[in-house]
Every structure is written in C-alpha cells, then in structure tokens.
C-alpha cells in the first residue's frame, strides 16, 4: 500500500531502474533487471519529469502548461504517481 502523494514530495527513479525513449516501442519505457514496462499515453511525460528535484507539484503544473486542454489531468497525474510508487519504479527522497 502507498502512501497519500503529497505535492511537495520530491521522487526520483528507483535505483536499478532506467526511464528512456525506445524507438522500436514507439514509446517511453521502464527497464529493470526483471524485464521492461512499456508506458502508455502520458505516464511517460509525467515519469520523464520525475529528476529528484522537481516536486510532484512543479511536475503537476508543468503539465497543466503543457497540455492546457487536458482535462482532470491533476488527478491523472497523481494517479501515476501513485502507481509508479506502488509498483517501485520511483521512490520519494
């Protein structure tokens, strides 16, 4: 069970993980030692913004000015958060 994603919680990827763009995918992908996760539509903009820097709220308004047209898109984005923490590719600092 993951905690409750706070807006000044600072993540970064988890160590053994790598985030990048894989051409043959046509996507972004995870990789780890157990294998690849392909992300679909903007799990992989929320995640390439995840440096151990950027709060979840820089990450959260940086995409509202991005994709001003997304609707509901806080909460999409707290959803990856949430998911990505749940399933270890990320961890709060």
């Known amino acids: ?8 919680d600072i993540y970064a990827l988890a160590p053994h993980h790598r985030f990048q763009w894989e051409e043959a995918q ?3 992908v995870i990789l780890f030692p157990e294998g690849m996760v392909k ?3 903007g799990a992989g903009e929320v995640l390439k913004r995840v440096d ?12 509202k000015a991005t994709f ?7 909460s999409d984005i707290l959803g990856m958060f949430e998911l990505a923490a749940g399933k270890f590719w990320i961890r709060k600092i």
């Open 1 to 8: 069970m993951t905690s409750k994603i706070e807006m000044t």
């Open 26 to 28: 046509q996507s972004y």
């Open 39 to 41: 992300l679909h539509g």
């Open 52 to 63: 151990g820097k950027a709060t979840v709220g820089d990450i959260v308004a940086d995409l």
């Open 68 to 74: 001003p047209d997304a609707e509901d898109i806080e």
